[in-house]
């Protein structure tokens, strides 16, 4: 078919900050996890979909299933709505101690 572009699962962004690899990412209402290292003002690509260990709020435990939000002012991932943004679910349950700082997300594809 001659409209097809690409499969989505990726896009590339010009970085308004310096990105390190494997950071979130959150630009307007897309959500992705850098491939690679990003320097302010270059391109570079995120992944969109997939499941990833990503920061999150040292003081939640998570069950699996939970949906996840991304705190864009602490740059980690969270259980709270708030005002954060939808990214996917946790799909393996964490404990809330002040030593658990990592959660393992599937991205949604689209952050809502």
Do not use: H
Request: proline share 2%; net charge neutral; aromatic share 6%.
């Amino acid at each position: 078919m001659k409209n097809f572009i690409a499969t989505g699962n990726t896009l590339t962004i010009t970085a308004e900050a310096d990105i390190a690899s494997g950071a979130g990412v959150l630009i307007g209402s897309i959500f992705g996890v850098a491939t690679g290292p990003i320097a302010n003002g270059a391109e570079g690509v995120i992944n969109l979909t997939g499941v990833y260990d990503l920061p999150k709020a040292a003081s939640q435990a998570w069950t699996v299933g939970a949906k996840v939000y991304w705190d864009n002012t602490a740059k980690a991932c969270t259980t709270t709505v708030g005002s954060n943004t939808l990214i996917g679910i946790a799909v393996l349950a964490v404990g809330g101690g002040a030593g658990e700082t990592t959660g393992r997300v599937r991205l949604n594809g689209a952050a809502v």
